[in-house]
């Protein structure tokens, strides 16, 4: 089964190499849309088609392989898996959830819009907001004036 598989690998790389050829001449001499979309299509099948035939027989070869390891047991798999995970650290708006929204989420959102009012009310200094509160919008401009109000 390995060498059918490299020798489907070797038809895969050569049928990308005609198959981009294919394409660059077909797209060079197209006379219209029509012939250079038929002309891709066919230089990305030429690529496609081999590839995914050789992926399904790469696979396949991958199942077999693990069988064959499952019924032998001091044949030592290829990949083994590992479960790799971080410490997960709390913070004091994640912990505090409470039974309507045990997710917490609603929590977080109170606790960052608490942060961003207080980061606005410190930094505006008198300085226009760029999304001002529901009834500065209400005024339409007037068609002397600009959307700051001046003339």
């Known amino acids: 089964m390995g060498l059918i598989l490299c020798l489907c690998w070797a038809v895969t790389i050569l049928s990308v190499c005609v198959g981009a050829s294919t394409m660059l001449s077909g797209l060079a001499n197209a006379n219209g849309s029509p012939q250079q979309a038929a ?5 990305v099948a030429f690529a496609v088609i081999p590839y995914c035939f050789t992926r ?3 696979e396949i070869n991958r199942e077999v392989r693990a069988d ?3 019924q032998s047991p001091g044949v030592r798999p290829e990949r083994e898996e ?3 995970s971080a410490p997960v650290q709390s ?3 994640l912990q505090e959830t409470s039974w309507d929204d045990p997710s917490g989420r609603s929590t977080q959102m109170q606790t960052l819009k608490e942060k961003l009012n207080r980061f ?3 930094n505006t200094g008198g300085a ?3 999304n001002p509160p ?3 919008r209400s005024q339409k401009p007037s068609a002397d004036k600009d959307f700051d109000g001046r003339a």
């Open 68 to 70: 064959k390891t499952q």
């Open 56 to 58: 399904a027989l790469s």
């Open 128 to 130: 226009k907001l760029l």
């Open 82 to 84: 590992v479960e790799l």
């Open 134 to 136: 529901p009834s500065d």
């Open 120 to 122: 606005r009310a410190e």
């Open 91 to 93: 913070t004091p708006a």
């Open 39 to 43: 002309a891709a299509a066919v230089g």
